[in-house]
């Protein structure tokens, strides 16, 4: 049987950003529907991204002087809280013993010990800074860092959605040198991203679409580069794309089996399923000549307006959707190819949501 289940969802807090309640751990029923209220963080500000992070939930708060944000996951009070040293604060990984904060306006990724985050102490953030600019002049004027991932084999990718890049760091002695970038297409605006394999998977908020590109040996034996492939839109076509007047995916994140991979997309408001599992092909490089690329499987409205994040539930096929701008959280049923159902099982109000947590 599956474990008791607790959906923790933060919200904004503040006047332009939302008026939301924080954070809130709700209990769950044992198909998953979401349940009465836990515990409520109120002491939280526009807790804009949770991760569930060993002892503790770990939150960025989104400002312009940005904080990260270490919460006890039952009682949701505030156990310790630092400095990022940027502003607009929208993401966070925690990624060995350091908590790494992507700072979207400020453009920069702050690495903080953990250690430091849980005292309280006010010990300087290390800064991760690699500036650059795009074509779109009102959204890439300058770097906007969106979101810190970890990779297998030892370092950490940070997507900037101002540069159309995705910049990785070193983990190794805690130097984080800049080891290279992924380079993606002029106005693709990088936010979120997954790995799969040595594929990489990026939902670019400017372009509508997703990008794959493979880590690839370079030709001299030495170390490797990021290979774009291809793209493709993150909805039926690309005429949906390029006829809705916003189109702007926001979170995405593959099946447990890999084969699936889901996004929201805001403006349309939908929630988007693409089979990707014939990247994982042995030796696949889905060029055109060998493997499959993403294909379209199913697109259902988000059950809101302006879904901006979501959790998948494989245990009890269930998905939850974030939807910021109608203050909702809708809960979709999964069939049993993991595709949702054309309408929510489940609408439960809920202040400006922002991310969701499966604990």
Not at 99 to 120: C, E, H, K, Q
Not at 279 to 290: D, H, K, M, N, P
Not at 337 to 350: D, N
Request: aromatic share 6%; net charge negative; charged share 15%.
């Amino acid at each position: 049987m599956p474990h008791n289940l607790d959906i923790i969802v933060s919200g904004y807090t503040e006047e332009g950003y939302g008026a939301g309640p924080g954070l809130i751990r709700f209990g769950a029923t044992a198909e998953g529907m979401v349940g009465e209220p836990l515990a409520t963080g109120s002491a939280l500000v526009n807790p804009s991204f949770v991760i569930a992070a060993g002892e503790y939930l770990l939150a960025a708060e989104e400002g312009p002087h940005g904080h990260v944000v270490a919460v006890d996951p039952l009682t949701l009070d505030v156990v310790g809280r630092a400095a990022t040293g940027g502003a607009d604060s929208c993401h966070v990984a925690l990624l060995e013993d350091q908590a790494w904060v992507a700072n979207y306006s400020s453009g920069t990724a702050s690495v903080i010990p953990l250690a430091s985050v849980l005292s309280g102490d006010a010990v300087a953030p290390r800064i991760l800074a690699h500036p650059g600019s795009g074509p779109v002049p009102d959204r890439q004027g300058e770097s906007h860092a969106h979101q810190v991932v970890p990779t297998e084999w030892g370092t950490a990718l940070v997507a900037d959605l101002g540069a159309d890049r995705v910049d990785e760091y070193s983990l190794a002695a805690h130097n984080f040198a800049l080891l290279g970038s992924a380079q993606l297409p002029p106005g693709t605006g990088p936010r979120h991203l997954v790995l799969k394999g040595d594929y990489l998977l990026v939902a670019g908020e400017l372009d509508g679409h997703l990008h794959v590109l493979k880590r690839t040996p370079r030709d001299d034996g030495g170390d490797y580069f990021w290979r774009w492939l291809l793209r493709t839109p993150l909805a039926e076509n690309v005429a949906a794309v390029e006829s809705a007047t916003e189109f702007f995916p926001s979170h995405i994140q593959l099946s447990e089996d890999g084969s699936k991979l889901y996004a929201a997309v805001r403006g349309p408001n939908t929630l988007v399923v693409l089979d990707v599992s014939g990247l994982a092909a042995e030796g696949s490089e889905v060029s055109g000549r060998t493997g499959t690329p993403p294909r379209f499987l199913r697109g259902v409205a988000s059950g809101g307006n302006w879904p901006r994040h979501f959790a998948v539930d494989a245990l009890r096929n269930r998905i939850y959707v974030a939807n910021q701008l109608s203050n909702t959280v809708a809960v979709f049923a999964l069939d049993e190819q993991g595709l949702p159902g054309a309408e929510p099982v489940q609408s439960v109000e809920f202040g400006s949501p922002t991310c969701i947590v499966l604990a």
